[in-house]
């Protein structure tokens, strides 16, 4: 007899078509036509470092960390002279900071055996360092190097299934969702347009839907009422 139960796998509604996903960029480019990171940073390597340091941590926590940290030291020879120790102490104003001074310690070691001090310009290199994952990578292609690379954080992935634009039940999905989805004029900067609006306007508790700018495109049903 045939088995009648039912797939565990779940349809989700369908996303945003391509013509509704260009209007979303281009009014979040219009309301901040140059968007970059919040991380503070002077060079690929001090990006790297930052952006590892970021995982489960604000960019003001991180920014307040890596001011003295930066300062001893901006390429990985002088990580490694300033040494896991003295990094830790720069940095356990944020979480995980012992196993995250021991990963920068190590990826600016593993940068001057490797890649002659260089941050690698490859996803699949930068995935090799110690402490380096996809977003991370992603993250430092984009910003550094110009690739139009979308790094999936938790605002990110938030803002894609709630508003449609690129509904996914994993990172992977919602990546490879807006990869398609995301016109060639915005990849560059889509990255950045997306974590803002989570971050400021499509926040986690309360979306600040009544000053969205996408307010109408967004498949969001329980939409946030403007404050009386």
């Not at 260009?22 to 480019?29: C, I, P, Q, T």
């Not at 989805?181 to 609006?197: D, F, S, V």
Request: aromatic share 6%.
């Amino acid at each position: 007899m045939a088995s009648t139960s039912k797939s565990k796998s779940r349809r989700r509604p369908p996303g945003l078509n391509k013509e509704a996903a260009e209007e979303v960029f281009a009014r979040l480019a219009e309301k901040l036509p140059d968007p970059k990171t919040e991380l503070d940073y002077s060079n690929p390597f001090t990006l790297l470092v930052a952006v590892v340091l970021s995982a489960q941590a604000t960019d003001k926590g991180v920014n307040k960390a890596t001011a003295g940290l930066f300062e001893r030291a901006k390429t990985p020879q002088a990580m490694v002279e300033l040494g896991e120790d003295a990094i830790r102490e720069h940095i356990k104003t944020i979480g995980l900071f012992r196993n995250k001074a021991k990963n920068v310690y190590l990826l600016s070691r593993q940068l001057i055996e490797d890649h002659e001090g260089e941050v690698p310009r490859s996803r699949e290199d930068l995935m090799a360092l110690p402490g380096v994952g996809r977003k991370t990578a992603n993250v430092v292609l984009n910003e550094a190097f110009g690739e139009e690379t979308i790094a999936v954080d938790t605002h990110i992935f938030r803002v894609s299934n709630r508003t449609r634009l690129a509904p996914g039940d994993t990172v992977e999905e919602v990546e490879d969702r807006l990869e398609r989805i995301t016109p060639k004029a915005y990849r560059r900067g889509a990255h950045h347009w997306l974590i803002l609006h989570g971050r400021y306007t499509c926040k986690a508790r309360k979306p600040q839907c009544w000053e969205c700018a996408i307010a109408d495109l967004c498949k969001f049903p329980d939409k946030t009422p403007a404050p009386k």
